[in-house]
């Protein structure tokens, strides 16, 4: 499955949950907020578990068609 992945760095709060689910795909930068690495990292339920488990849901995925998958309205 196609998916981009935004994050909302300004309000991570770095808790590095995203990069221990998915680590192909996010890592930690060295103000201690997530980055996307690689788009294409880590499997898409990975990424997608790894999106789920951010506390405060600032991790965007959406489809091809720009459609919202994660998190939904
Ligand atoms: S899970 Fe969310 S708050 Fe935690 S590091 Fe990743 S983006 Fe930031």
């Given at each position: ?22 680590p192909e ?18 499997s898409d ?27 939904e309205d």
């Amino acid at each position: 499955m196609y998916m981009k992945i935004e994050i909302d760095q300004e309000n991570c709060i770095g808790c590095g949950s995203c990069s221990a689910l998915a680590p192909e795909t996010f890592a930690m930068n060295d103000d201690g907020k997530a980055e996307v690495k690689n788009q294409e990292g880590s499997s898409d339920e990975d990424t997608l578990e790894a999106a789920k488990s951010c506390p405060v849901s600032v991790i965007h995925l959406t489809n091809e068609e720009d459609k919202k998958i994660y998190p939904e309205d």
